[in-house]
């Protein structure tokens, strides 16, 4: 696994992927001044202009100078020049020379200067009305020595990494951090594939949906004959690959960023951050063998289940297990044999790393590094995993049978509770674009998790049980398990603005 520091974005390390391919890349683009594509979106850099905000004399997450600071009471500090010429070394990210004096944004103050009656924006370093528009706001979180506040996570170790809608953290001397190079606006590079195809052969024994970042769409099958993982481009073309034989398929799941890349060039003087390596595999494929341990071919049959990867460019195992699984039995999410049984809740880490439940026992969690070559177990729960989803560069939200969700460091193997849905979860899905997690419910509902404070709000209700997953596209898909039921695949719309 990475080191930790090379998990956290900075902003000068934005990584696009390519649209209007299959989705798979192995080279990332190093700075952000190789992006394009900006839609319009909101967003401010380590060293931007501010976003207009309520309070006209705030900054962004801006740096040029320092001087004595004096709290003006409008969500800012405000210091007079140090010298004749300007502001002198006003050189925190939160700070900003205007009109020869040093103006300090909200960000990263303690105590809060807007409260109690407004919250701090800290896209624009304003105080805004708690309801306004194009605001990130929330509480600030200790975080060993430094302080994490929106737009950011504790990595565990003392340090803040970014999560959706930043792409990178901006910290004060005194370790106070928040995100940086946010943007409020969803930015879509790609359309989904067209419905009717979407429902065509593609959809045929669907059990299992994801998308890779230029909107390609993968299914996997469970139907009782040859099972198969399909690919479908936003222009039609659709490609299948034969699993082994009739072993069941349950997940299927696509590397992707986990936050949306949003600038088309680097702020001015965004210096400081060194570029990380880039990531490989963005839109690599894995899926799960799930085949109950006493149905047909699956009985006692130890490579009938686990977790595989495909490998496209090797003719004779495209699709080799990279994690062997135990057999293993659950009575949910869906309540049905050959659905409920071997590993589930597959996911990647944005590390290249995947990660899945029950592949040793009920509740294990364990872990398949591609790039070392390793299967590690990393946590027991205390029931049975139903599903799982990255969340942030070191964490991953998982769901247990029952309803209870908890997020799980990665590098720590630190668990905390986050919330109980009151229904098994048959499936997770993080949207990249403000980091909320969409769950599909047993008991049909879809609801939209805040995977760090565990807000949950009501959001849609499926037509039979299925799974849901997030596009590029911008939409919510639903997709049927067509083994308990033959619906139709369809897709509700995502918020475009917070």
Not at 58 to 73: L, N, V
Not at 139 to 161: E, H, L, M, N, R
Request: some cysteine; glycine content about 12%.
């Amino acid at each position: 696994m990475r080191s930790p520091t090379l998990l956290r974005l900075a902003s000068a390390a934005l990584l696009l992927a390519a649209c209007g391919d299959d989705g798979r890349q192995t080279t990332a683009l190093s700075s952000a001044s190789d992006v394009t594509g900006n839609t319009g979106a909101t967003a401010t850099g380590s060293t931007g202009a501010p976003t207009t905000g309520e309070q006209p004399t705030g900054t962004g997450s801006g740096a040029a100078s320092t001087g004595a600071a004096t709290d003006t009471g409008q969500g800012t500090t405000a210091a007079s020049a140090t010298t004749a010429g300007g502001c002198g070394a006003c050189d925190q990210p939160n700070q900003q020379c205007v009109d020869g004096q040093c103006v300090t944004g909200c960000q990263g103050q303690d105590p809060d200067p807007c409260g109690p009656d407004m919250v701090c924006d800290v896209i624009s370093g304003d105080c805004k009305a708690v309801d306004a528009g194009c605001t990130l706001a929330g509480p600030i979180v200790a975080c060993g020595d430094s302080q994490c506040g929106p737009g950011t996570a504790c990595d565990g170790q003392g340090g803040c990494v970014p999560i959706a809608p930043c792409l990178g953290v901006a910290c004060t001397d005194t370790k106070e951090c928040w995100g940086d190079v946010c943007t409020c606006d969803r930015k879509i590079d790609c359309a989904d594939p067209p419905i009717d195809l979407m429902n065509g052969p593609f959809a045929d024994n669907i059990s299992g949906l994801d998308f890779a970042d230029d909107c390609t769409a993968w299914s996997v099958t469970v139907s009782g004959g040859q099972e198969s993982v399909r690919s479908l481009t936003t222009a039609g073309t659709l490609t299948s690959y034969a699993a082994i034989g009739d072993y069941d398929l349950g997940e299927v799941r696509v590397l992707r960023h986990l936050t949306i890349p949003q600038l088309e060039t680097v702020p001015p003087l965004a210096a400081g951050p060194v570029p990380l390596a880039p990531v490989e595999g963005y839109g690599e494929v894995a899926l799960t063998y799930i085949c109950c341990p006493n149905c047909g071919d699956c009985a006692n049959n130890p490579n009938a289940r686990g977790v595989a990867h495909l490998v496209e460019t090797d003719p004779n195992m495209q699709l080799p297990i990279v994690i062997f699984a135990e057999p293993t039995q659950g009575t949910g999410p869906f309540g049905e044999m050959h659905l409920d049984g071997g590993p589930q809740g597959l996911t990647w880490g944005e590390d290249r790393v995947l990660y899945v439940g029950n592949a040793k026992a009920d509740g294990d969690y364990s872990s398949a590094d591609l790039m070392n070559g390793t299967v590690t177990s990393l946590h027991t729960f205390d029931a049975r995993v139903s599903a799982s989803a990255p969340i942030s560069p070191v964490h991953n939200l998982v769901a247990l049978l029952g309803g209870e969700l908890y997020r799980f460091n990665v590098v720590t193997a630190e668990v905390e509770f986050v919330v109980d849905l009151m229904s098994d979860v048959t499936s997770l899905s993080h949207d990249p674009f403000d980091g909320h997690v969409y769950a599909s419910l047993a008991s049909l509902e879809v609801v939209r998790v805040h995977p760090f404070t565990g807000d949950v709000a009501a959001f849609q209700t499926m037509p039979a049980k299925g799974r849901v997953a997030v596009s590029p596209g911008g939409k919510l898909w639903y997709t049927p398990v067509k083994y308990l039921n033959p619906g139709s695949l369809s897709a509700w719309d995502l918020p475009t603005k917070f």
